[in-house]
């Protein structure tokens, strides 16, 4: 009996993305009479790694038969955790990801013995297309860029990426239409530095990011873009021009860290709180009632209480939806853990998170109450929760529907009802609502 392989994803929308790109690869693979487990790890935390050691284990522990294939980015980082790890069997870093099949079709022939396969990611060029298909086939991920040339003191994803490099305009040009020929109805354009993204060879070119998105917007009949991460000083005049077209959906994922000049300098950042300001106020005034989301990080090595408490007072006088908080963690073989002497207690991170994130849930329960009464385009997807459909507005809401017609993959129009203010409901975002 054959068995395919079983994927278990860790991480960031371009590892979902990946992830997708391996199961496409693998598509004609079987893996004889074993079951295989293929991770794709994450890095960014030292954290992240050991939820993905602990994957491993639970997996061999409760299937000793099994073979585990390690790959993503704490495959090319890590190893000094990994390759010993006797419960891996095989650790296929960054850099040989896109040899994985035939790494694979070697190891279960008996043709190679060699357990970890890692190089130079500087050197690695690949990219790879065809991944990141989700949520039912009505949504999918387009990765255009790759690698990080920004070296964040707190950041080693320039270690486990690789130099930046951009796929070409005119193929994810071909790629949307081809994914809209599928079914897709929504494309999220992600990448690992969106503002990086540059393609000079291709005719037609060089495109930038507001190229490449105008072209996409001209040349393709997808009804559905979003563009999931950006930073202050990406956001230009010309790219709000573009969201004028609303098939660009109104929702932002801003990657701001803090709001205080002096730890934005620490962190090595390009910009400084009063672009922070800037494009908040930027969005507020050319789109309002955008979504939007923002990384924040509390508690890095040179955060001061009161360097904290400005980047509080600065967001709580801002507009905005919702805060992703993180606690700084020390990651092993970034600049800050290796050259800062000094280090906010782990209780006072802790401290210090709690009041953001009862800020960002504050606020995001009052956006989420004055989105009650609206009607909005939502994109039908399969609910988790229950049988009937959940819609996704265009400006990033989550709504339960209470119909369970056979909508899926269509833009319908939806009337929220109300919200539901439990906890749990509260952080996801949940609405509920009629079609109309």
Partial sequence: MSLKPEFHTFGC???????????TRLEDFDSLSQPVHILNTCAVTAEATKEAIRKIRKIKRNSPESKVVVTGCAAQVDGAQLDQLAEADLIVANS????????????????????????NIFKEAELGLGGGIEEAHTRAFLKIQDGCNSFCSY????????????????????????????????VVITGIHLGDYLDEESSGGPYDLEDLLESLLHETSMPRFRVSSLEPLELSDRLIELYKDERLCPHFHMSIQSAEDQVLKDMKRNYLAKDVEGVLNKIQKNLPGAFVGMDVIVGFPTETQASF????????????????????????????????SESVPVAERKERSKILR?????????KALDEVGKTKKCLALQSKKSENSRGFSR???????????????????????????????????VHYGELV
């Avoid at 035939?102 to 396969?117: A, P, T, Y």
């Avoid at 080693?156 to 109805?185: D, F």
């Avoid at 129009?413 to 749990?424: R, T």
């Fill in 358 to 366: 009862t800020l960002s849930t504050e606020r995001f329960s009052m």
């Fill in 155 to 186: 950041c080693i994803i320039p270690y486990t990426r690789g130099k930046s490099r951009s796929l070409a305009a005119p193929e994810m040009i071909k790629r949307v239409n081809e994914l809209y020929s599928k079914g897709i109805r929504e």
């Fill in 96 to 119: 040989h990801k896109g040899q994985i099949k035939k790494i694979l079709n070697d190891f279960f022939n008996g043709e190679n013995e060699q357990k970890v396969f890692r190089a």
């Fill in 13 to 23: 929308k371009v590892n979902t993305y990946d992830t997708g790109l391996l199961q």
């Fill in 309 to 340: 408490e400005e980047t509080l007072k600065r967001l709580q006088s801002l507009d905005w939806t919702r805060i992703h908080v993180f606690p700084y963690s020390e990651r092993p073989g970034t600049r800050a853990a290796e050259l800062m």
């Fill in 395 to 429: 400006d990033g809401w989550n709504i339960q529907l209470n119909s369970n017609l056979n909508i899926l993959g269509r833009e319908v129009q939806v009337k929220i009802l109300g919200f539901d203010q439990s906890e749990s409901s509260r952080m996801e975002g």
